[in-house]
């Protein structure tokens, strides 16, 4: 096991440097290594580095862990293959925030009310998947079930997409080619003084995932053995609804819903390791994330060509596949649940 985590870290740092490399400009091994010193004296590509393509290659990086974290979390809470890091509605909730933004820009500029536009989008994510949070703690007090929680979330999901469908109607083409371009999930938007507030966050998160192993193990031999073993469930639930909150609400309101690397990331790593237990599965699903999300940045941001292509469009291009043909082997991925 270790030897698997230790060759993905590998893996993770070389993608993460060819992310920094590659790009519209190519810029040389040796003269990365400069920037990164302090000793280039080339302004052009020190900008380019500094201001652009090492924040774009830590967002990946804190995004693709965070996000297949948020999965794992998830799909081992529900006991369900198909639960992601968004089946709690909170993304659904960071979509609604921007879109009252972004769609109701022009209603807000008649009534006077200033509109910047980065920090706006980023503060309506925020607020909206925080408001959504609250609702989903409040009804996870009412419920008893897991079930009626997932089937909750995705009754959330479904009304703040038809909330949003509503306003798309009634706004302009510019508003909505907007918004539907943050739906589309972008890393290079990340600033450095962005990622000063998303670190923070993102390693609460994970610095949190320690006190969760111990929960989620127990957690796949069922509530009734769970409360037998001395486990707390309200309390558990309460944490792991909380860490996956912050980390997947953090990532979308700085990035977009990036699809499909908190569904794919923790069944890779759990067909890989052919294991359920959380003190392998949590760290290796991390790493395995950020490298999902590295590579498909990279390929996204078509080498060598000044055109990029929308990163949600990559990842799951890529990602199905590699999925399909991971279940087709495993042939019954239930029996890791």
């Not at 490399?21 to 990164?36: A, K, T, Y």
């Not at 980023?122 to 949070?133: D, E, N, W």
């Not at 060509?305 to 399909?324: D, K, M, R």
Request: hydrophobic letters at 55%; proline letters at 4%; glycine letters at 10%.
């Amino acid at each position: 096991m270790f030897k698997s985590i230790a060759f993905l870290g590998i893996v993770c740092v070389l993608l993460f440097v060819l992310n920094v490399v590659i790009g519209s400009v190519w810029i040389p091994l040796n003269e990365l290594m400069e920037i990164v010193f302090g000793a280039s004296e080339d302004r052009v590509w020190t900008n380019i580095v500094l201001h652009y393509r090492l924040p774009r290659a830590v967002a990946a990086v804190l995004a693709g862990a965070s996000l297949s974290l948020s999965g794992l979390y998830m799909q081992t809470f529900f006991r369900n293959p198909l639960a992601g890091p968004y089946v709690l509605g909170v993304s659904a909730g960071a979509s609604l925030g921007v879109a009252v933004v972004v769609l109701g820009s022009s209603l807000f500029v008649v009534l006077g009310l200033p509109i910047l536009s980065g920090v706006s989008v980023t503060l309506g994510a925020i607020l909206g998947s925080f408001i959504v949070f609250l609702v989903v703690i409040y009804f996870s007090t009412k419920v008893a079930d897991h079930t009626s929680l997932l089937i909750i979330g995705l009754m959330f999901s479904s009304a703040t997409s038809a909330l949003v469908s509503v306003m798309q109607y009634f706004s302009n083409p510019e508003d909505i080619q907007s918004y539907l371009l943050w739906t589309f999930g972008d890393l290079g938007s990340v600033t450095v003084g962005e990622l000063t507030i998303m670190v923070p966050l993102i390693l609460v998160g994970w610095g949190a995932s320690i006190f969760l192993l111990k929960p989620l193990n127990i957690y796949l031999i069922g509530n009734a053995y769970a409360k037998n073993a001395g486990l707390n469930i309200q309390r558990s639930k309460y944490a792991i609804i909380c860490v996956t909150a912050l980390l997947s609400g953090t990532v979308t309101a700085y990035c977009g819903p990036i699809a499909f690397i908190g569904l794919a990331g923790p069944h890779v790593a759990r067909m890989i390791l052919d294991s359920s237990d959380h003190k392998k599965l949590i760290p290796y699903s991390a790493v395995m994330g950020a490298v999902i999300l590295l590579f498909c940045d990279m390929v996204s941001r078509l080498p060598g060509l000044p055109q990029s292509l929308p990163l949600n469009a990559i990842t799951s291009l890529l990602g199905g596949p590699l999925v399909i043909y991971l279940i087709v082997k495993k042939k019954n991925i239930q029996n890791g649940f």
